[in-house]
């Protein structure tokens, strides 16, 4: 987990993060940490309902109504947004830290032409003039991929198709030079060929402008294209963590064993699939210890009392008492 | 332009409701059970004044060959005789149409100035106090009938204040909007409360939009993202409650404007009821309709200035 060569170009930095909705007794997501750096991505995969959305939305302090931090830290940028005021939170998003939503189709305003919507993202931070946030605006078209940009300018959003827009929607998250950009499934509404190009897009970004990403999805196999550094999330905790080609290699958890299972690939028809046994915990269901434990075939009565995230090999942690066990067996295991 | 083929194309698809409007508009007078020439002129009315009378109106004509007829003059531009005032109807209404389109005019402003910023405060903070509050005062102004709003507002600001004429209507622009503030501010106060409530219900839901979350993660400030994203995208629905209540309130202003002895349309159209003056009645309904359908023209124009996507639909 100490990465010192990292240190100084460190981002984010997310401790115990608990997220609570309502007033609700429980959490849903229990004790999430998180480390982002300049120049990496950091991809956060999990099924749905695991947290992973809700962790990347209290980093910019944009919680849906009713979901409520119940512990833990968030330091972004040396900001610690926990405890930042409404004030310090608005100066941050946009300026330091850029959205990118998962439905293109509805994350832009309708009745808005798309390069005001980029325009008026630049405004919100730097001292810019209208013509220079204009200027701002046909830059980051052009930087995103549009041809003829300035006449895109004028353009509204249902002019343009799913991929189109979703450039949209990274051209307004750059607008205010953010050092950070936090991606939403960003390309799960998007047909396949349209998901390599926004994520070569996004690869380029990270090399060119040494930004720092954080990309949540529930595909293995996007999170493969794209991230340096994985984090598994089950039932709103992070259960395993390290790089990418190691951990999809060799799982050091079995909830990614599963999960890299149950990913169809060329060699492997649907008949290979290996779907998870069981179901996910239910909301407000007691989890003492390894939330995974009554899905898991490799699980002992010690995995159903308490679980902490340990370091495992140089850079990589889990949550899995029994990993080395994995890591014996993942020898002769090759994907 | 494509906005100047879209307002074309709206008028253009108004022509056969039009054209239904004159169809009804004719029929009108055979529907009045009796003879219409009989009914018009009284029981005491001579056989040769009932002949000479059909013939003026076409009556002994067939049907269509009535309506060819009736179709030929409207078209020249002649609505028809009023028999009370023994004038062309076009004229008498050509007098009375302005304070009838002041009064439509001046009440929808005011209802939108009211309405607009109501709503944003009640919806800013859903179920509080003043949420509450904005929506015991809509119960209120819809409850209370007009006639006597009218009544009070004369007795209390005209007549005990002596703020504003109690009645009729004072040349000029200025005299207008001092004349017709009354009348109006009436109207508009049962009209407010229906765009208050479509329009808060509407900010609120576009308050949970995904475009919405956008502009906050812009890092715009809550007074941005509300003029710049929520207003324009929460106005379009309110806009069809303001054409459909501008359109009952065409013709429906005849309470009002007999409180305030206005001398407008509903007023015309009242005097020739009351005299059982068909060319008149005919030719009022036909203007009223006509405005009816520019209203809802208008309202479409508006939705296609307000989203874009209108435009391709």
Same mark, same amino acid.
């Given at each position: 987990?100490?990465?010192?060569?990292?240190?100084?170009?460190?981002?984010?930095?997310?401790?115990?993060?608990?997220?609570?909705?309502?007033?609700? /007794?429980?959490?849903?997501?229990?004790?999430?940490?998180?480390?982002?750096?300049?120049?990496?991505?950091?991809?956060?995969?999990?099924?749905?309902?695991?947290?992973?959305?809700?962790?990347?939305?209290?980093?910019?302090?944009?919680?849906?109504?009713?979901?409520?931090? /119940?512990?833990?830290?968030?330091?972004?940028?040396?900001?610690?947004?926990?405890?930042?005021?409404?004030?310090?939170?608005?100066?941050?998003?946009?300026?330091?830290?850029?959205?990118?939503?998962?439905?293109?189709?509805?994350?832009?305003?309708?009745?808005?032409?798309?390069?005001?919507?980029?325009?008026?993202?630049?405004?919100?931070?730097?001292?810019?003039?209208?013509?220079?946030?204009?200027?701002?605006?046909?830059? =980051?078209?052009?930087?995103?991929?549009?041809?003829?940009?300035?006449?895109?300018?004028?353009?509204?959003?249902?002019?343009?198709?799913?991929?189109?827009?979703?450039?949209?929607?990274?051209?307004?998250?750059?607008?205010?030079?953010?050092?950070?950009?936090?991606?939403?499934?960003?390309?799960?509404?998007?047909?396949?060929?349209?998901?390599?190009?926004?994520?070569?897009?996004?690869?380029?970004?990270?090399?060119?402008?040494?930004?720092?990403?954080?990309?949540?999805?529930?595909?293995?196999?996007?999170?493969?294209?794209?991230?340096?550094?994985?984090?598994?999330?089950?039932?709103?905790?992070?259960?395993?963590?390290?790089?990418?080609?190691?951990?999809?290699?060799?799982?050091?958890?079995?909830?990614?064993?599963?999960?890299?299972?149950?990913?169809?690939?060329?060699?492997?028809?649907?008949?290979?699939?290996?779907?998870?046994?069981?179901?996910?915990?239910?909301?407000?269901?007691?989890?003492?210890?390894?939330?995974?434990?009554?899905?898991?075939?490799?699980?002992?009565?010690?995995?159903?009392?308490?679980?902490?995230?340990?370091?495992?090999?140089?850079?990589?942690?889990?949550?899995?008492?029994?990993?080395?066990?994995?890591?014996?067996?993942?020898?002769?295991?090759?994907? | 332009? /494509?906005?100047?083929?879209?307002?074309?194309?709206? =008028?253009?698809?108004?022509?056969?409701?039009?054209?239904?409007?004159?169809?009804?508009?004719?029929?009108?007078?055979?529907?009045?059970?009796?003879?219409?020439?009989?009914?018009?002129?009284?029981?005491?009315?001579?056989?040769?004044?009932?002949?000479?009378?059909?013939?003026?109106?076409?009556?002994?004509?067939?049907?269509?060959?009535?309506?060819?007829?009736?179709?030929?003059?409207?078209?020249?531009?002649?609505?028809?005789?009023?028999?009370?005032?023994?004038?062309?109807?076009?004229?008498?209404?050509?007098?009375?149409?302005?304070?009838?389109?002041?009064?439509?005019?001046?009440?929808?402003?005011?209802?939108? =100035?009211?309405?607009?910023?109501?709503?944003?405060?009640?919806?800013?903070?859903?179920?509080?106090?003043?949420?509450?509050?904005?929506?015991?005062?809509?119960?209120?102004?819809?409850?209370?009938?007009?006639?006597?709003?009218?009544?009070? =507002?004369?007795?209390?600001?005209?007549?005990?204040?002596?703020?504003?004429?109690?009645?009729?209507?004072?040349?000029?622009?200025?005299?207008?909007?001092?004349?017709?503030?009354?009348?109006?501010?009436?109207?508009?106060?049962?009209?407010?409360?229906?765009?208050?409530?479509?329009?808060? /219900?509407?900010?609120?839901?576009?308050?949970?939009?995904?475009?919405?979350?956008?502009?906050?993660?812009?890092?715009?400030?809550?007074?941005?993202?509300?003029?710049?994203?929520?207003?324009?995208?929460?106005?379009?629905?309110?806009?069809?409650?303001?054409?459909?209540?501008?359109?009952?309130?065409?013709?429906?202003?005849?309470?009002?404007?007999?409180?305030?002895?206005?001398?407008?349309?509903?007023?015309?159209?009242?005097?020739?009821?009351?005299?059982?003056?068909?060319?008149?009645?005919?030719?009022?309904?036909?203007?009223?309709?006509?405005?009816?359908?520019?209203?809802?023209?208008?309202?479409?124009?508006?939705?296609?200035?307000?989203?874009?996507?209108?435009?391709?639909?």
């Amino acid at each position: 987990m100490s990465r010192p060569d990292v240190a100084d170009r460190r981002l984010l930095s997310v401790r115990d993060l608990r997220l609570r909705v309502g007033g609700e /007794a429980h959490d849903v997501v229990r004790g999430a940490s998180l480390d982002a750096a300049r120049g990496e991505v950091v991809g956060i995969a999990g099924e749905s309902g695991s947290g992973k959305s809700l962790t990347l939305r209290a980093i910019a302090g944009l919680l849906p109504t009713g979901v409520t931090v /119940a512990g833990g830290d968030i330091e972004v940028d040396r900001v610690d947004v926990v405890k930042a005021g409404p004030q310090t939170l608005r100066k941050l998003r946009g300026a330091t830290v850029g959205m990118v939503f998962q439905e293109p189709m509805t994350a832009l305003n309708p009745t808005m032409r798309i390069g005001r919507q980029i325009a008026e993202a630049a405004l919100a931070h730097g001292d810019l003039s209208r013509s220079q946030a204009k200027a701002r605006a046909i830059e =980051l078209l052009e930087r995103v991929g549009f041809p003829e940009p300035a006449r895109r300018y004028r353009q509204f959003p249902h002019q343009l198709s799913g991929g189109m827009r979703q450039r949209v929607v990274i051209a307004i998250a750059l607008a205010g030079n953010p050092s950070l950009l936090l991606c939403d499934e960003p390309t799960t509404a998007l047909d396949a060929t349209v998901t390599l190009r926004i994520l070569d897009l996004l690869t380029d970004l990270v090399r060119d402008l040494g930004i720092g990403i954080v990309f949540v999805t529930h595909d293995l196999g996007v999170a493969a294209r794209i991230c340096d550094r994985i984090a598994v999330m089950y039932a709103g905790q992070v259960v395993e963590e390290g790089p990418t080609a190691e951990l999809l290699r060799r799982p050091r958890h079995p909830y990614t064993l599963a999960l890299l299972r149950a990913v169809p690939t060329r060699d492997r028809d649907i008949d290979g699939l290996r779907a998870i046994p069981g179901n996910p915990p239910q909301r407000g269901e007691e989890l003492p210890g390894c939330a995974f434990a009554p899905r898991c075939e490799y699980a002992e009565p010690a995995c159903r009392s308490e679980i902490e995230l340990v370091p495992v090999d140089d850079d990589r942690s889990t949550s899995c008492r029994r990993h080395s066990v994995l890591a014996a067996m993942a020898g002769g295991h090759h994907d | 332009m /494509a906005f100047a083929r879209f307002f074309v194309s709206r =008028l253009l698809q108004a022509v056969p409701v039009l054209l239904g409007v004159t169809l009804v508009v004719f029929v009108l007078i055979h529907l009045v059970p009796g003879d219409p020439a009989q009914t018009a002129l009284g029981p005491r009315a001579t056989p040769d004044a009932i002949d000479a009378l059909h013939s003026q109106w076409g009556l002994d004509q067939p049907l269509h060959e009535q309506y060819l007829l009736f179709m030929e003059r409207l078209l020249g531009g002649d609505l028809g005789t009023s028999l009370r005032f023994g004038q062309s109807a076009g004229d008498l209404i050509a007098a009375r149409l302005p304070v009838t389109l002041w009064l439509i005019v001046y009440a929808a402003v005011l209802a939108c =100035l009211f309405a607009v910023p109501l709503a944003l405060w009640a919806a800013s903070r859903p179920a509080a106090l003043r949420d509450r509050v904005v929506r015991v005062i809509s119960v209120v102004g819809l409850g209370v009938p007009g006639f006597w709003l009218g009544l009070v =507002l004369i007795e209390v600001v005209s007549v005990n204040w002596l703020l504003l004429p109690a009645a009729g209507v004072e040349p000029g622009f200025l005299g207008h909007m001092e004349s017709l503030f009354l009348p109006s501010l009436t109207i508009a106060a049962g009209m407010t409360p229906l765009v208050v409530r479509s329009l808060r /219900a509407e900010v609120l839901r576009v308050t949970e939009s995904d475009f919405v979350t956008t502009a906050r993660a812009k890092g715009l400030t809550p007074h941005q993202i509300r003029m710049r994203h929520l207003l324009r995208n929460a106005l379009a629905p309110s806009v069809t409650v303001l054409t459909v209540n501008v359109s009952f309130l065409i013709g429906g202003t005849l309470v009002i404007e007999r409180v305030f002895g206005l001398g407008g349309l509903g007023d015309l159209m009242l005097t020739g009821i009351d005299a059982r003056d068909f060319p008149l009645v005919q030719a009022v309904t036909l203007v009223l309709a006509v405005l009816v359908v520019f209203v809802n023209v208008l309202g479409d124009l508006a939705q296609a200035l307000i989203d874009p996507r209108v435009e391709v639909q």
